[in-house]
T-cell receptor
Framework: ELKVEQNPLFLSMQEGKNYTIYCNYS?????LYWYRQDPGKSLESLFVLLSNGAVKQEGRLMASLDTKARLSTLHITAAVHDLSATYFC????????????WGAGTKLIIKP | ETGVTQTPRHLVMGMTNKKSLKCEQHLGHNAMYWYKQSAKKPLELMFV???????ENNSVPSRFSPECPNSSHLFLHLHTLQPEDSALYLC??????????????FGQGTRLTVV
């Protein structure tokens, strides 16, 4: 059974600093997603990672996937206050075309 | 029109009431989903419809009843709910992941409070 674990679950950091959120998953998966959720709002897709070694970047966020290590990372470069949100990763089980197993989310607070 | 639209945005209902949540997607996707998001819990998949047919049902209590009349619309019918059912209910849509990556697009959610 696929399980997804994110860490840390809470992160408070200063603007301008770099940090990484980790997403580990327990069994083989062929797709990994990152989403952002602002308080009281819905989830917004950030990245779709479909192959080993995939790296995607958007602004100050960069996501990567290592399928051998069953690990995805979301790296934040020179954080700004606007990036404060909860970030979720989700992985797809091999035996389902639709199911996604979600991590618990990382609440990120960036202080000015 | 936004990609995935949910109504209502907020709903307060008594335990004996019957209500329905509505979701509409304008993205041409072939799969639609209902998720439940409770405080301090991971996102829980409730139902999946692919081409209008329910393909997955994650042991959801029968007081939640989904309906998918066509590939653009999805309903969640609610009856005799319990206070612990209070949560944010999110609708999403996607294509089969092997076609376009399976990225799910979410609606704004319905904040449900059962009193």
């Amino acid at each position: 059974e696929l399980k997804v674990e994110q860490n840390p679950l809470f992160l408070s950091m200063q603007e301008g600093k770099n940090y990484t959120i980790y997403c580990n998953y327990s069994t083989t998966s062929d797709r990994l997603y990152w989403y952002r959720q602002d308080p009281g709002k819905s989830l917004e897709s950030l990245f779709v990672l479909l192959s080993n070694g995939a790296v995607k970047q958007e602004g100050r966020l960069m996501a990567s996937l290592d399928t051998k290590a069953r690990l995805s990372t979301l790296h934040i470069t020179a954080a700004v206050h606007d990036l404060s949100a909860t970030y979720f990763c989700a992985a797809g089980p091999m035996d389902s075309n639709y199911q996604l197993i979600w991590g618990a989310g990382t609440k990120l607070i960036i202080k000015p | 029109e936004t990609g995935v639209t949910q109504t209502p945005r907020h709903l307060v209902m008594g335990m004996t009431n019957k209500k329905s949540l509505k979701c509409e997607q304008h993205l041409g996707h072939n799969a639609m989903y209902w998720y439940k998001q409770s405080a301090k819990k991971p996102l829980e998949l409730m139902f999946v419809y692919n081409f209008k047919e329910q393909t997955e049902n994650n042991s959801v209590p029968s007081r939640f009843s989904p309906e998918c009349p066509n590939s653009s619309h999805l309903f969640l019918h609610l009856h005799t709910l319990q206070p612990e059912d209070s949560a944010l209910y999110l609708c999403a849509s996607s294509q089969v992941w092997r076609d376009r990556g399976g990225e799910a697009f979410f609606g704004q959610g319905t904040r449900l409070t059962v009193v």
